[in-house]
């Protein structure tokens, strides 16, 4: 059963425009949401998280958008640029799971020039 | 800045051979985690460790055994490799404080572990 669904595997944007990638959950326990950017043959990085008590947050080019209501989470990049082009990563945690975190499949992006 | 460092890059080894994957972190970290990341399925948890000597399975076990007789160090053991083990591993540390819930977990650069 998974708990967080990355429903698109990849994600094609022109480089300048909008990148918006989707993230749903089922577990209406989870406290925390983070997005993790990896590159190939590379550990994933933290990108930027939300709690749940909060519907956005936003950290340069890059903002988070939480709608608890309809479970769903969505990351979006503005002006998307090459070096975005990564595996992007959803992932949720709850105060109580021992700091485990549940993750997404992954959606890969690709930043056309 | 966080470092989480990995034995090696890459690896390769013989079905049946006993492999040993080392993680170490320099952050003081309390939790290590042990991934294994294949296409399409994300990051599996294998095994975590939130003290010295603790250790706790993740949801695929099996197959794998861990060591943390230090805080910095946390090993991956593959009793008996097997080809279904081919895959990425990712080491990963975190804190157990409030940090952790604005910057999750690090990860160390991966170890691509092929097995033949």
């Known amino acids: 059963d998974q708990q967080v669904k990355q429903n698109s595997p990849s994600l094609s944007v022109q480089e300048g425009r909008i990148s918006i990638l989707n993230c749903d959950y089922t577990?209406?326990?989870?406290?925390?949401f983070l997005w993790y950017k990896k590159y190939p043959a590379e550990g994933p990085t933290f990108l930027i998280s939300?709690?749940?008590i909060k519907d956005k947050n936003e950290d340069g080019r890059f903002t988070v958008f939480l709608n608890k209501s309809a479970k769903h989470l969505s990351l979006h990049i503005v002006p998307s640029q090459p070096g975005d082009s990564a595996v992007y990563f959803c992932?949720?945690?709850?105060?109580?799971?021992?700091?485990?975190?549940?993750w997404g499949a992954g959606t890969k992006l690709i930043i056309k020039p | 800045d966080v470092k989480v460092t990995q034995s090696s890059r890459y690896l390769v080894k013989r079905t049946g051979e006993k492999v040993f994957l080392e993680c170490v972190q320099d952050m003081d970290h309390e939790n290590m985690f042990w991934y294994r990341q294949d296409p399409g399925l994300g990051l599996r948890l294998i095994y975590f460790?939130?003290?010295?000597?603790?250790?706790e399975k993740g949801d695929i076990p099996e197959g794998y055994s861990v060591s943390r007789e230090k805080k910095e160090r946390f090993s991956l053991i593959l009793e008996s490799a097997s080809t279904n083990q081919t895959s990425m591993y990712l080491c990963?540390?975190?804190?157990?404080?409030?940090?952790?819930?604005?910057?999750?977990?690090?990860f160390g650069p991966g170890t691509r572990l092929t097995v033949t």
């Open positions: 939300i709690s749940s």
């Open positions: 460790s939130y003290d010295v000597k603790m250790k």
């Open positions: 577990n209406s326990m989870f406290d925390y």
């Open positions: 990963a540390s975190s804190s157990r404080d409030r940090d952790y819930w604005a910057w999750g977990q690090y």
């Open positions: 992932a949720a945690s709850s105060m109580d799971s021992n700091y485990q975190l549940i």
